[in-house]
């Protein structure tokens, strides 16, 4: 009887609540397989064309939202930086709907850039994911996603020992959209996509610096980095792919560690 007490403890969650996850994980990962798979047989270098994959993306993004928002598991509330994750203000729906939906794209779009090199985008999202761990602990509402993500977590780790330098294996498109719609999804679900920001610095530096460079170049016709994403520009700088993969990661767990001060966690 003990027993049984503890797992269903533990387990003090609807099945709902990881199915919703597991959906836009595998969701996310189909597109990024269709992308793989045309590359391989059409033996086209860029996959699904810019606007198939986006809208591909866009019908995950609205289904998870319409699934969460169905079941309960997703509200309108988002956490107030600073003040603690039970300090909460609510966004207007017609907004939240919308901006829900960019966070999950820009999300699998930035862990997409991201991996470029060996074991860049396993390791950082593996600390990432530990992160998000580590503050599902501290509310019971958030079992279910301190076991998804301790989960990925360890996927990442292992998939690791066959991705880092030299890599043995490399995840491609299905697993880059995987993680970054896992990733997405679990920020949004615990009430704190700004959260990204900080812990996912590492994602936001990659995309921004695309941004940029795309920018730049059209406006003004140069590149103000020799290589986008930065991790290539890094390497062009001379640094060898074990030093941006390590600086990166470093950066990953600093910034993670940031983030708990900013959440201003509390373990009971």
């Not at 679990?186 to 700004?194: E, G």
Request: glycine share 8%.
């Amino acid at each position: 009887r003990n027993k049984k007490y503890k797992i269903s403890a533990i387990l003090s969650f609807n099945y709902y609540e990881i199915i919703v996850l597991v959906i836009v994980t595998l969701g996310f990962g189909a597109v990024g397989f269709i992308d793989d798979f045309i590359k391989i047989s059409k033996k086209r270098k860029d996959g699904l064309y810019w606007d198939q994959k986006m809208i591909a993306l866009l019908v995950v993004a609205v289904t998870f939202v319409i699934y969460a928002m169905e079941k309960g598991i997703l509200n309108t509330e988002i956490i107030v930086p600073f003040m603690g994750v039970d300090y909460t203000f609510n966004l207007p729906i017609w907004f939240f709907v919308p901006f829900t939906i960019l966070v999950l794209i820009s999300t699998t779009n930035a862990v997409n850039l991201t991996d470029g090199i060996d074991g860049l985008a396993a390791g950082v999202t593996l600390i990432v994911m530990v992160f998000f761990t580590i503050v599902a602990m501290t509310r019971s509402e958030w079992d279910y996603i301190k076991i998804f993500s301790s989960i990925v977590a360890g996927g990442c780790l292992g998939f690791l020992a066959f991705n880092i330098h030299p890599a043995k294996v490399f995840m491609g498109d299905t697993g880059s959209l995987a993680l970054g719609g896992a990733v997405g999804a679990v920020s949004i679900l615990m009430q704190m996509p700004w959260i990204l920001l900080i812990a996912g610095i590492i994602y936001v530096i990659e995309a921004l610096s695309v941004l940029i460079q795309v920018g730049y170049f059209k406006y003004k016709g140069k590149r103000v980095f020799k290589m986008a994403p930065i991790h290539h520009h890094f390497e062009l700088s001379g640094w060898e792919e074990t030093k941006v993969v390590t600086v990166f990661w470093i950066i990953t767990l600093i910034s993670c560690f940031i983030g708990m001060l900013v959440l201003r966690l509390k373990f009971y």
